[in-house]
């Protein structure tokens, strides 16, 4: 059972930036794709980045392209998402997942294993 516990959230000025951190354990051998989604408040959950176990392929939201990259270090076991220019409608819960995957994808449906999530809250 792989375990998902993300971290370093909080709440910023417009323009500002964050760094999530998710950290897995458990079984972390079975999946092969990591992917950072959100929730913002009344709304359903969209899928924000994702990158592949070998860490060189990515896939971005196109609302995010250019302000956010997502990496990960297989030795640690962690997946960060670098947020730089923030904008207000970036306010959300921010969620880890993890799934066996031949294609990314940032369809939340696609992802078995998720973390308990981290709040962003970016004021104007």
């Known amino acids: 059972q792989v375990q998902l516990v993300e971290s370093g959230g909080g709440s910023v000025q417009a323009g500002g930036s964050l760094r999530l951190s998710c950290a897995a354990s458990?079984?972390?051998?079975?999946?092969?794709?990591m992917g950072w989604f959100r929730q913002p408040p009344g709304k359903e959950r969209e899928g924000v980045a994702t990158?592949?176990?070998?860490?060189?392929?990515?896939f971005y939201a196109d609302s995010v392209k250019g302000r956010f990259t997502i990496s990960r270090d297989n030795a640690n076991n962690t997946v960060y998402l670098q947020m730089t220019s923030l904008k207000p409608e970036d306010t959300a819960m921010y969620y880890c997942a993890a799934a066996r995957l031949w294609l990314l994808s940032l369809e939340p449906s696609k992802y078995g294993y998720w973390g308990q999530g981290t709040q962003v809250t970016v004021s104007s």
């Open positions: 990158i592949h176990t070998g860490g060189i392929s990515t």
């Open positions: 458990g079984g972390t051998g079975s999946t092969t794709v």
